[in-house]
């Protein structure tokens, strides 16, 4: 029996698993719905099935993500017996596709991902204005039912601070729409595609120096003192 790869350090075990339904399509993506009246069972079988330390859940209107701590890479093997516990009759098909088109990620890839999220940079289109109060209430529901503990609160706190930082220092949430780098000018006029793109860059920035910041506290190294200098630099 071959060995799992493991990953020692915190910031490794960090993973997100997230199917989108404007991605996946509405009739997979409705296999991953979880009835809130059973959300501390599924969880909780979750965790058991699949060797997860700490486990939190987020549903919103376009999207079912997992936030994991593990030490278990998001391999094939992993990915498949994850999926399956949702549903045991996929096949081989359905899960390639449905591993295809989910962000399975990890580590510093996990974390820019989850700050994304919380900036309301990742809405597929609209801007989720509660978003930082429905991550803070999922980390509270998992803490409360104990199937996550410090380091989840931890990179919940620091997905809060930047997306706090992000609402601040770009008036994101006056837009209605989210930029979307891809969508070129089909919203908006060239005027308003030039500010938009301006005030995406800069959330980016923000972002990524939130990562660094967090990464490097990870590491025991002090933690930058001034953000808003580190991510003009």
């Known amino acids: 029996m071959k060995s799992k790869k493991r990953s020692s350090l915190l910031l490794g075990k960090y993973k ?20 809130p009246l059973k959300r501390d069972e599924k969880l909780v079988e979750l965790r058991k099935r699949n060797g997860i330390e700490e486990i939190m859940y987020l549903t919103t209107s376009n999207r079912e993500m997992f936030v994991l701590i593990t030490e278990d890479d998001l391999d094939t093997e992993y990915l498949s017996k994850f999926f399956n516990s949702f549903k045991d009759s996929f096949s081989t098909a359905e899960l390639n596709t449905i591993k295809n088109d989910s962000f399975c990620l990890s580590g510093r890839a996990a974390i820019s991902h989850l700050f994304c999220v919380a900036g309301t940079m990742d809405s597929r289109g609209y801007i989720e204005r509660g978003i930082v109060k429905t991550l803070i209430a999922a980390q509270e529901f998992s803490l409360h039912n104990e199937l996550s503990g410090n380091a989840m609160a931890l990179i919940i706190e620091r997905a809060a601070e930047c997306a706090n930082m992000v609402f ?5 949430l006056k837009n209605r729409m989210v930029f979307d780098p891809q969508d070129d000018t089909k919203r908006y006029s060239i ?26 506290s990870l590491k025991g190294i002090r933690r930058i003192k001034n953000l808003e200098e580190y991510a003009a630099a």
Do not use: M, P, R
């Not at 997100?16 to 009835?35: P, R």
């Not at 308003?192 to 995406?200: A, G, I, M, Q, V």
């Not at 860059?201 to 490097?216: L, M, P, Q």
């Open 168 to 172: 601040t220092k770009t008036d994101i």
């Open 16 to 35: 997100v698993i997230c199917v989108a339904n404007q991605v996946l399509g509405y009739g997979e993506y409705g296999n991953f719905l979880i009835d």
């Open 191 to 216: 005027a308003e595609h030039t500010l938009h793109k301006n005030k995406w860059v800069k959330a980016v920035i923000i972002v990524e120096s939130y990562v660094v910041d967090f990464e490097i």
